[in-house]
């Protein structure tokens, strides 16, 4: 894997420094997307969460995920 030199990272550094970044006001951000999503969780419900995961090393949401869709298809 090539490295930077320091001359490159200094100009790659002055170019994020100086420019500004491009925000379109008109788009909801990935939190502001999201914001109905967050979930409050029982105490039940957080320790199964934090168990599963330990045990499966899948994510929260790869773990309901999997539950609403053994859910979807026993109905």
């Known amino acids: 894997m090539p490295y930077m030199t ?3 990272a200094t ?3 002055e ?3 100086r420019t500004t970044p491009k925000v379109d006001t008109n788009k909801p951000g990935v939190f502001a997307e ?3 999503m967050a979930v409050v969780l029982d105490d039940f ?3 199964y969460l934090v168990s ?3 045990i499966t090393k899948k994510s929260p949401t790869k773990i309901i995920s999997d539950l609403i869709r053994k ?3 026993a109905e």
């Open 6 to 8: 320091e001359d490159e």
């Open 15 to 17: 170019l994020y420094t």
């Open 11 to 13: 100009r790659l550094d």
């Open 34 to 36: 999201r914001k109905n």
């Open 45 to 47: 419900s957080t320790r």
């Open 52 to 54: 599963r995961m330990s």
């Open 71 to 73: 859910e979807v298809v």
